[in-house]
């Protein structure tokens, strides 16, 4: 079981940025791909960004060139450094890890499905 815990949610105004946390319960975090999701109200969950056990990266076009996905395996966190936010950002924004094999490019890790634990989520308000 991994436990993984979202902070840094609130309300911004457009154009500003924000930075999002995630904190995984587990050690072996480095070994597993780690991904932000997130699902805005009546709409289904989508990926924002993707970054497997390597070093590759990958992003959803609305959020390509604005938002930044990062780890730390020391600390067992990763972040998602959002800037230039726009109204349309505001959503439930989650974190999840797949603990499968994760060493393929981070674009095979898209889908929700290819993750297999997932935190409780944090809310993010643009206010245009």
């Known amino acids: 079981q991994v436990q993984l815990v979202e902070s840094g949610g609130r309300l911004v105004t457009a154009g500003n940025s924000l930075r999002l946390s995630c904190t995984a319960s587990?050690?072996?975090?480095?070994?597993?791909?780690v991904a932000w999701f997130r699902q805005a109200s009546g709409k289904e969950r989508e990926l924002v960004a993707v970054?497997?056990?390597?070093?590759?990266?990958y992003y959803a076009d609305s959020v390509k060139d604005r938002f930044t996905i990062s780890r730390d395996n020391a600390k067992n966190t990763a972040d998602l450094q959002m800037d230039s936010l726009k109204h349309e950002d505001t959503a439930v924004y989650y974190c999840?890890?797949?603990?499968?094999?994760?060493?393929?490019?981070?674009?095979?890790?898209?889908?929700?499905?290819?993750?297999?634990?997932w935190g409780k989520g944090t809310l993010v308000t643009v206010s245009s």
């Open positions: 970054h497997n056990a390597m070093t590759d990266t």
């Open positions: 999840a890890v797949r603990t499968r094999p994760s060493d393929r490019p981070a674009s095979e890790y898209t889908d929700p499905r290819a993750m297999d634990f």
């Open positions: 587990v050690s072996t975090f480095g070994r597993y791909g």
